[in-house]
């Protein structure tokens, strides 16, 4: 295929493309289907012109037909979802293969930004009319049980009894192009095997192609505590950073052991960008950057600093003891906490979150912070996913950041994600009821 007089191109020199049929190479015998689907790819003039001396077959690999059998495609066609990759093999065979990449719609093109949408939901209601423009979901006990099969309002008429039932229909929903976050329910579960076996009840349902285990943080919590955050007044007895080492790091081995079975891995809970780096030793294919509570929670503390800083009232600091004490800042047996102590907290807070600062003061300091671990770690294939957002700021906030040339090596290792109705909201504008009244009462006096 060559390609001249290029619209695009107009005024630059005319540029030659080739694609694998160029390479004149005899189709592997069984697999004319396949290559058919292959022969319009492009590869670039170097590449041609290093294969072409060398290419007497072309063929697809194991795993490109085991993906047609997996998501089968009309003829002529590959699933979305999944990048080209062209390899030279021994006798002149040219092999191309499918790679997972979410950043490639069908047949193998690109997606129209490098910023990946995602949605954070398990209603298959709400995904539907939002599915063609995803290239991930993701869902945890809380939006499986809580937000749709237990919500008689999003389950209606209880269509759905079971997670098993739901999770089906979302990817029935999604299609091939769309990975799929599940988190098990009950990571302080102590026998491997048992999470395993749940871990591969979704790869099973869902494909291995598609799915993504969610592994959260754990902090202090663990197979022996976790009850007292379902009992009584469902606080903990440890403070969130007084964890034993070992309940601290249960999810990084956690992610490390199911990686090992094969599983891609979404790294969830991550709040403060200290967190990340130890995350990223668990090789995850997601990381996380959850921005609503926090900044909202930065909020609150400057208002409880400054009313004691303007009253010197000690009933303001108590106010902010009882705020913390409400946020696991502090630990269940610490409601005499000195209030000095409070407030030194509370500042050390702020402080770290660059609150005062512009480049915290929108709340997305973590978001910066993970984007500069991404750009120098050693796991290329490693996404960061926005999530937890509310109100009419944060994805404007957001929007403008990614927007920023200084982050523009990194859009494509972003994924946004909220809940539907949220992304829908900032597809509007007031203007648009303006314009569409002028227009459908100018439609209305065509004769």
Not at 252 to 263: M, T
């Amino acid at each position: 295929m060559i390609t001249v007089n290029n619209p695009l191109e107009l005024g630059r020199t005319s540029q030659v493309k080739y694609s694998l049929s160029a390479l004149g190479a005899t189709a592997v015998s069984g697999q004319e289907d396949d290559v058919q689907r292959i022969a319009g790819v492009d590869i670039g003039l170097a590449d041609f012109a290093l294969l072409q001396p060398q290419a007497r077959y072309l063929g697809v690999s194991a795993r490109f037909r085991d993906v047609l059998e997996t998501f089968p495609t009309p003829t002529g066609h590959t699933p979305a979802g999944f990048r080209f990759e062209t390899s030279l093999r021994p006798e002149g065979l040219v092999e191309v293969d499918l790679v997972r990449d979410i950043s490639y719609d069908q047949d193998g093109i690109k997606r129209p930004t490098n910023l990946i949408f995602s949605a954070d939901s398990a209603n298959p209601y709400e995904v539907a009319p939002i599915a063609p423009l995803l290239g991930n979901l993701t869902c945890n006990p809380g939006i499986v049980y809580d937000l749709f099969i237990n919500n008689p309002e999003a389950n209606v008429g209880h269509a759905f009894d079971t997670r098993e039932e739901v999770m089906a229909e979302l990817g029935r929903i999604l299609g091939p192009g769309c990975d799929i976050s599940v988190e098990l329910n009950n990571p302080f579960e102590e026998d491997f095997s048992k999470l395993l076996d749940e871990a591969e009840e979704f790869r099973e349902m869902l494909s291995p192609y598609r799915v993504v285990i969610k592994v959260p943080h754990t902090g202090p919590v663990n197979a022996s505590n976790v009850q007292q955050l379902m009992r009584g007044d469902k606080r903990l007895s440890v403070r969130y950073d007084q964890p034993a080492t070992a309940d601290a790091l249960r999810g990084h081995n956690l992610a490390l052991r199911l990686r090992q079975h094969g599983f891609r891995i979404n790294y969830t809970l991550m709040f403060e960008p200290y967190q990340t780096a130890l995350a990223l030793q668990a090789k995850p294919a997601f990381i996380n950057s959850f921005v609503r509570h926090r900044a909202k929670q930065s909020a609150a503390l400057e208002h409880f600093i400054a009313a004691w800083e303007t009253t010197k009232d000690q009933a303001c600091l108590r106010e902010l003891r009882s705020f913390l004490l409400a946020n696991d800042y502090l630990a269940a047996g610490q409601v005499e906490y000195p209030l000095l102590d409070c407030l030194k907290l509370a500042n050390d807070l702020l402080r770290y979150r660059h609150w005062s600062d512009p480049a915290g003061q929108d709340g997305l300091d973590a978001v910066r912070q993970n984007l500069r671990w991404l750009r120098q770690v050693n796991l290329p294939d490693t996404r960061l996913i926005i999530c937890s957002m509310e109100g009419e700021y944060n994805y404007p906030d957001i929007d403008n950041l990614l927007a920023d040339p200084q982050w523009a090596d990194m859009v494509h290792r972003v994924v946004l994600t909220a809940e539907p109705s949220y992304l829908a909201r900032f597809t509007s504008s007031n203007l648009v009821v303006t314009y569409q009244r002028r227009f459908m009462n100018a439609a209305a006096t065509a004769r």
